[in-house]
């Protein structure tokens, strides 16, 4: 695969937080592969995911035992 992307991943539990800016004309998706987590506002359980296009911070917070994975994408 060729591609235009980077992955990162993540512990949340507790009081834990992060912040990252995003560059515009990029798509984050986010997927929430265990536990509880709030990104940029929206409380994701186990197995669901946000797409977030247009924002210009992403912010998790909340974590409940949280594993997270964050693919940051172009935007086609």
């Not at 592969?33 to 998790?60: F, I, M, P, S």
């Amino acid at each position: 695969m060729n591609a235009d992307a980077a992955i990162f991943a993540g512990l949340f539990d507790n009081a834990e937080t992060t912040t990252r800016k995003l560059n515009t004309g990029r798509l984050i998706y986010v997927h929430l592969a265990r536990g509880k987590l709030t990104v940029n506002g929206h409380d994701l359980k186990e197995g669901d995911g946000a797409l977030l296009e247009d924002e210009t911070e992403l912010r998790l917070t909340n974590g409940h035992k949280a594993e997270v994975l964050v693919f940051d994408l172009v935007k086609m």
